[in-house]
């Protein structure tokens, strides 16, 4: 039996402003956006930002449902809206940021499950890395120079 270790390498900030500026404006896109939530039944406002290929950001924030799977994530929502008005563009960057209604959240919160993977077809699909930082209401922001780092042993297809 042989054991594999997998690593991940994330960089830590210990605030926004220690970002570089062309990423401190991508994480404040997110944070403007976050308005734009609609989350009743969470009270969990989530935004992301993506910078694309072509110089473009765009914004999407989460869409909850009465009927509560039919709820969309922030990352899924600009993904598709990148994926709609411009199907042949990368993304290089994604920012995400969220804000509770119940408390102050001092930690980034990284994309769920789903959304790894939904990131992982935008990577796959443009044979491009998307840079993702992760922040909460406040407090630390987390780097990663892929979703691989968040999604060891992916799925990628290959095999269909
Ligand atoms: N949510 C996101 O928008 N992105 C994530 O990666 C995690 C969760 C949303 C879904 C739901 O509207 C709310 O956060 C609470 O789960």
Redesign the pocket.
């Known amino acids: 039996m042989n054991e594999l270790e997998i690593k991940i390498k994330v960089k830590v900030f210990k605030q926004l402003h220690d970002l570089n500026p062309a990423d401190l404006a991508l994480m404040q896109a997110a944070k403007d956006a976050l308005n734009n939530s609609y989350?009743p039944y969470?009270q969990?406002k989530?935004a992301a930002a993506v910078l694309l290929a072509n110089g473009e950001i765009l914004t999407g924030t989460?869409q909850?449902n009465a009927s509560f799977p039919a709820?969309i994530?922030?990352?899924g929502t600009v993904l598709s809206a990148a994926s709609a008005m411009f199907p042949n563009v990368a993304i290089k960057r994604m920012a995400v940021t969220v804000k509770s209604g119940k408390q102050i959240v001092a930690h980034p919160v990284s994309?769920?499950g789903i959304?790894r993977q939904r990131i992982l077809e935008y990577e796959t699909r443009f044979s491009s890395d998307i840079e993702i930082m992760m922040m909460g209401e406040e407090g630390e922001v987390y780097s990663v120079s892929s979703i691989k780092q968040l999604l060891p042993l992916q799925f990628t297809g290959k095999e269909l």
């Open positions: 989350s969470s969990f989530v989460n909850e709820g994530c922030a990352e994309p769920c959304c």
